[in-house]
């Protein structure tokens, strides 16, 4: 199957083949067909998946087959800035010779540019629910001419509260209209809204392990004390492109940055305490290369499209099995290959069997070659000392961060935060900087705890 089979506008094609793609993925096979005959769509399925494309290219051909030019046609709605801005980027570069004109619309960001783009004649808006209705309110947009809505990563829109905003949006969208859903899970609350919004709705689905079928999994029984030790021997000895680590907290991806850091590996922590600049530098520059190590939690990696990504490495096991699906939806993108690792400590061992069960398959138990997994918890250390039974325990649906304090991994941060902040340098010399990352002598680093 190629791209030519859908028969797309010449210069959608050419975009197409100016973005590289070739074969399209399983879900744009699926979904493209009835989107381009104009039907409503249900796709279930995950970032990294290509379902951007999916709804995207048939947009622009639509905007390409005619019709009146200039007026805002297609909304698409989406759940953060990240990915409200990836989505524009895959629009402008799919779309570079359709002079079709898009624009953002999220906050934090001054109102005065985004009514500019709107009145200078934006044909397709993506945008997340708060700000879009702040403009609604305001009269600053007009959804009377919307021929297509597209309701992006619905079950984290509706994870995040926004329900009553998107059906307050919808409100104000022509009810003659094409509808498009996407979302990577299907509760209750979803199934119920693709009954509301959607016609007669095509469902399309990629099998829950697609993204999986180029990722290789495997654990990395640890305990809590040695993990940082065992990322920086892992780092050293694994052959990696770009590296995503995810951690249970922020106050834990800003220490694990740092000690990376220190060992001199060009890492780089996303947490939700930065500011919007600092995010985006810290995006970008991993995007880019400037950082091969990007460590952040579930919430603060939300959205991140880096096609590069050669690892995902879990230092800390996500909460539910949803969760590590879409945090190794980010590696093994499209045509590539990733590896996942995961360290797992003994409280773990059911959330591993609840992985198991998802991906279908037993998942490989490593043990790193050298390693010492035998150093004691240092002493006077109680901090990794295993928290009573019932706090353990932990809501299959509770957020990576929104954890209450008193549980264990808070007890954990509040602890260490304390007594092993590492110690910041100042400077470091440019030839420090040139370090080859890979390549870094990290003995120094063995056996430190966090
Ligand atoms: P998405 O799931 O939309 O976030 O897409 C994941 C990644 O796959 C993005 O980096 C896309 O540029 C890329 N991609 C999407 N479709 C294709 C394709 N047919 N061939 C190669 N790469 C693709």
């Known amino acids: 199957m190629e791209f030519n089979k859908f028969d797309l506008h010449p210069n959608v094609a050419a975009g197409v ?59 698409i709605i989406a759940p953060t800035r990240e990915l409200s801005e990836q989505i524009h980027e895959a629009i402008g570069n799919l779309g ?172 780089v922590s996303l947490q939700g305490n930065l500011s919007q600049n600092k995010r985006q530098e810290a995006l970008d520059g991993f995007r880019k290369g400037k950082y091969q190590v990007l460590v952040a939690t579930d919430i603060a990696a939300r959205g991140i499209d880096v096609s590069s990504i050669s690892h995902v490495i879990n230092y800390d096991m996500p909460d539910t099995a949803d969760a590590y699906t879409h945090r190794i939806g980010r590696t093994g993108r499209a045509a590539k290959t990733g590896d996942a690792f995961t360290f797992t400590t003994r409280e773990d061992n059911e959330m591993v069997r609840a992985i198991e069960r998802v991906l279908r398959e037993k998942v490989e138990r490593r043990t790193l070659e050298g390693f010492n997994y035998k150093t004691p918890t240092p002493a006077r250390d109680t901090e990794f000392a295993r928290p009573p039974r019932e706090q353990q325990r932990r809501s299959p649906h509770a957020s990576a961060s929104a954890k209450p304090k008193g549980t264990y991994a808070g007890r954990t941060e509040t602890r260490t935060a304390g007594k092993s902040e590492v110690k910041k340098t100042s400077w470091r010399s440019p030839a420090a900087r040139r370090f080859s990352w890979s390549k870094v002598d990290n003995n120094r680093a063995h056996n430190q705890v966090i």
């Open 17 to 75: 083949k100016a973005a590289g793609y070739v074969t399209p993925t399983p879900i744009q096979v699926q979904a493209i067909p009835p989107v381009l005959n104009g039907q409503d769509v249900m796709g279930l399925a995950q970032t990294g998946t290509g379902k951007t494309a999916a709804f995207v290219l048939p947009i622009l051909n639509r905007l390409m087959q005619g019709g009146q030019r200039g007026k805002l046609r297609a909304l």
């Open 96 to 267: 570079k010779q359709t002079r079709v004109r898009s624009a953002t619309i999220y906050g934090g960001v001054g109102m005065g540019p985004q009514i500019q783009k709107l009145r200078n004649g934006a044909e397709i808006v993506v945008a997340c629910p708060g700000r879009l209705l702040d403009h609604i309110n305001q009269r600053t947009i007009n959804l009377s001419n919307v021929e297509v809505l597209v309701l992006d990563e619905a079950d984290r829109m509706f994870d995040m509260g926004f329900l009553p905003d998107i059906k307050k949006i919808i409100s104000h969208v022509p009810a003659k209209r094409q509808t498009l859903m996407f979302s990577a899970t299907m509760p209750d609350d979803i199934r119920r809204l693709t009954q509301e919004v959607l016609h007669a709705p095509v469902t399309v689905q990629v099998d829950h392990t697609a993204p999986a079928n180029t990722v290789t999994h495997a654990l990395y029984p640890v305990e809590q004390h040695l993990k940082t030790a065992l990322l920086l021997e892992l780092l050293k000895h694994t052959d990696t492109d770009s590296v995503l680590v995810f951690t249970r907290t922020k106050h834990r991806a800003k220490r694990v940055g740092q000690q990376l850091e220190k060992s001199g590996y060009k890492a």
